[in-house]
């Protein structure tokens, strides 16, 4: 890492400041969970052709970062955020016609181009946050999924006000996300400003210890970790418009609305769990956590009225909150060097549980119904909180 450290402090900085971009890749990997009712998919219960979606949505992310990485060292990550960037803008020009009568294939370019767009954004930030991950690993990882869930509660938002007419996809929708394809535009003429690594300064995967944490047991528990706590979030995130609606009979609007308010808990409360995590002890806090989780997820399954969902949804947010910030201190001791092909890797599979997660969970609710949704969500707590107390017993062992 020493090509990023004579980096000067202002230009540390200003490499931080590019975690913002977060809230783009947060904002287009949302999108589905409210475009879901705004295509009618609460009319007609296809919910596998829904699930679908999801699926490109993935390829297209995985696809773009893919790319991202081979490419990058001969493109520098100031010029792919920017691509990523006006790609944004492009998905969500598409988005705004989108809407029925388009056609199925249509609509899943769209997600595709969308995936491929927060991609590129996310590829693009993994490489420029060397500097700024070597002093604070854990402010910026956690920084970093404050972002993201900001712009995934602001997507949710901006589609609960696309509901203002009868008609599913009027122009309200059209001009509300034509209007915010400006926002990633201007955003990629900010970025353009960044002062940019030279190829030269992207570290090569080391051979040394740094490299060998990556390869430990230790390390694959953490991956699965994560891949298991974005399944979660996703399950939920993807699929509680239709549910709601299906459940309680809610308008559409109200339920994007309550996927917004979802958002929001996950957000804040991990802010406050952040704090919390310096203070409390973590077994204690572990276990308020998979408390409010499963009792979030219960009160959810079995509530009949708006009072007691919109209990479960703040009780689920505030139960997902907490494996982040311990997921921040265990990435902070336990990698001992930047490399953003690894994170942005690491960031690809556990993104891929969330998605994969709800494009199985669209062709299992089209057989067992859709409560099968937040016991998805329950059982995957329980993963989580047991994998995270193997990773704690396992450091114990290993002396680390």
């Not at 809230?23 to 009319?43: D, K, T």
């Not at 040394?208 to 694959?220: E, F």
């Not at 994998?387 to 017993?393: C, D, G, P, S, Y």
Request: glycine fraction near 12%; hydrophobic fraction near 55%; charged fraction near 10%.
């Amino acid at each position: 890492m020493a090509n990023e450290s004579t980096l000067a402090p202002d230009q540390v900085v200003r490499n931080a400041s590019v975690l913002r971009a977060f809230l783009i890749s947060g904002f287009l990997l949302a999108l589905p969970g409210g475009l879901l009712p705004l295509w009618g998919y609460h009319v007609h219960a296809e919910y596998g052709t829904a699930g679908n979606y999801f699926l490109a949505l993935g390829i297209g992310m995985a696809g773009a970062m893919a790319l991202a990485r081979k490419f990058m060292p001969r493109w520098r990550a100031d010029r792919t955020l920017t691509v990523g960037c006006f790609a944004a803008s492009l998905s969500l020009l598409m988005l705004s016609i989108a809407a029925p009568p388009a056609q199925v294939w249509y609509q899943a370019l769209c997600i595709f181009v969308t995936g491929a767009a927060a991609g590129l954004v996310a590829a693009a930030v993994f490489a420029s946050i060397g500097a700024a991950w070597d002093a604070n690993p854990a402010g910026v990882t956690l920084k970093g999924g404050i972002y993201f869930g900001a712009g995934s509660a602001a997507a949710s938002l901006l589609l609960a006000q696309c509901f203002g007419s009868e008609t599913i996809g009027d122009t309200d929708a059209t001009r509300l996300l034509a209007i915010s394809a400006l926002l990633p535009a201007a955003a990629a003429v900010a970025f353009r400003r960044l002062p940019a690594l030279p190829a030269s300064a992207i570290p090569a995967i080391a051979d040394g210890p740094a490299g060998r944490d990556r390869h430990t047991v230790l390390a694959i528990l953490f991956g699965l970790l994560l891949f298991f706590q974005f399944a979660n979030e996703w399950s939920i995130a993807g699929w509680l418009p239709v549910y709601l609606i299906d459940r309680l009979g809610m308008s559409p609007e109200g339920a994007v609305m309550l996927l917004a308010v979802y958002w929001l808990a996950l957000t804040a409360s991990r802010i406050g769990a952040a704090v919390l995590v310096k203070v409390m002890p973590h077994g204690r806090l572990l276990g308020i956590s998979a408390f409010c989780a499963l009792f979030g997820g219960t009160a959810l399954t079995a509530s009949d009225t708006r009072g007691g969902v919109v209990v479960g949804i703040l009780l689920m947010g505030t139960g997902f909150s907490a494996i982040y910030p311990l997921a921040s201190e265990r990435i902070a001791t336990r990698f001992t060097g930047y490399h953003p092909g690894y994170f942005s890797g690491l960031f690809t599979f556990a993104m891929s549980g969330g998605i994969f997660a709800a494009f199985v969970l669209g062709h299992l609710s089209s057989l067992v119904g859709l409560r099968v949704i937040p016991l998805t969500a329950m059982l995957g707590s329980c993963a989580v909180f047991a994998l995270i107390l193997v990773i704690r017993l396992g450091r114990k062992v290993s002396g680390h």
